[in-house]
């Protein structure tokens, strides 16, 4: 795949991996804003190089490709519409896209897994209503 740069268009990625503290771990990698066609499409076999301005940071060799996880309704959700809603009415939409909420509280440990469909946000004990969006996975 081609590099890019601020003028030709960037590809940012999200990773996700098993072991933050190796050398070599299995990975699961997303496009975060391109949709994956055109010279950002790959195939099995491919290798990504993840940068850091001009610095190499990662070494991706693509073992599968996947569908999108995440329900096209429940990405194309405006989560900051979500906040100071009830954590009972942002359930029932965000449930109703095919998706899980998860409600915390400030200052309380997240479990990290490999969801996509989940949509973390933190409530105010005393309403019960939504105060921050942290974010969607």
Partial sequence: MPPHTVDSGLASLVVRVDDRTAWRTR????????????????????LIVVTEGPRHVAFLRVDRVSADPVPAGLRNLDLGSLVGRSVEDARHIVESLGGELAAGLPGQPWRADLRFNRVKVLRDPSSDKITEILGLG
């Fill in 27 to 46: 990975a699961l990698a997303a496009w975060l804003i391109v949709d994956g066609q055109g010279d950002q499409s790959v195939v099995p076999g491919d």
